[in-house]
């Protein structure tokens, strides 16, 4: 199994809007943290959908390895 790469030591906080679905990078490849560009596709790791049920402030793990993925 692929262990993810971490990307930093922090949790990247992101303005989202209601309703809309946003493709966490869990591999930690991406050059468009928190977000997924497809970097992930030599590894067996796959991004993780998040769908905000409301428009807010969330915390998208930068670390990768939290348990708590994608949203601290």
Known sequence: MD??????????PIEVE???????CACGK???QP???GSHQDTSILPE???A???KKVYFCGCKRNG?????
């Open 3 to 12: 262990q993810p790469v971490v990307a930093q030591n922090a949790p990247y």
């Open 18 to 24: 209601a309703g809309k679905s946003y493709f966490w």
């Open 30 to 32: 991406s050059a468009k």
């Open 35 to 37: 977000f997924c560009d």
């Open 49 to 51: 959908k998040y769908t």
């Open 53 to 55: 049920a409301e428009s």
């Open 68 to 72: 708590q993925h994608p949203v601290m």
